[in-house]
Nanobody
Framework: QVQLVESGGGLVQPGGSLRLSCAAS????????MGWYRQAPGKQRELVAR??????VYAETVKGRCTISGDNAKNTVYLQMNSLKPEDTAVYYC???????????????WGQGTQVTVSS
């Protein structure tokens, strides 16, 4: 069984920064991709950023303000968020596409979510 544990959310003023972390643990043969999605009240879950084999993808709304990075040795992904805006307020979910065993297919896993609130 695989678990994703997030940390780093909280309350920050507009223009501030936060760093989210997500560590994958459990039965892991290979991590194909990790990333962050977010969901604001009344809105659909949307991609924030993803990283796979060193390649990154960012939502247009966060380009230039957010940086995703990974530590393969720790099975951990980070999201550094700068110049935060009130519209960044949402629950942020960690995502990972993981293959648990050599002879099984990969599947998607989600963390429980961490609240990010940007407000003065």
């Amino acid at each position: 069984q695989v678990q994703l544990v997030e940390s780093g959310g909280g309350l920050v003023q507009p223009g501030g920064s936060l760093r989210l972390s997500c560590a994958a643990s459990g039965s892991i043969f290979r991590i194909n991709a990790m990333g962050w999605y977010r969901q604001a009240p009344g809105k659909q879950r949307e991609l924030v950023a993803r990283i796979a084999s060193g390649s990154t993808v960012y939502a247009e709304t966060v380009k230039g303000r957010c940086t995703i990075s990974g530590d393969n040795a720790k099975n951990t992904v980070y999201l550094q968020m700068n110049s935060l805006k009130p519209e960044d307020t949402a629950v942020y979910y960690c995502y990972a596409n993981i293959r648990e065993h050599m002879f099984t297919g990969a599947r998607d896993y989600w963390g429980q979510g961490t609240q990010v609130t940007v407000s003065s």
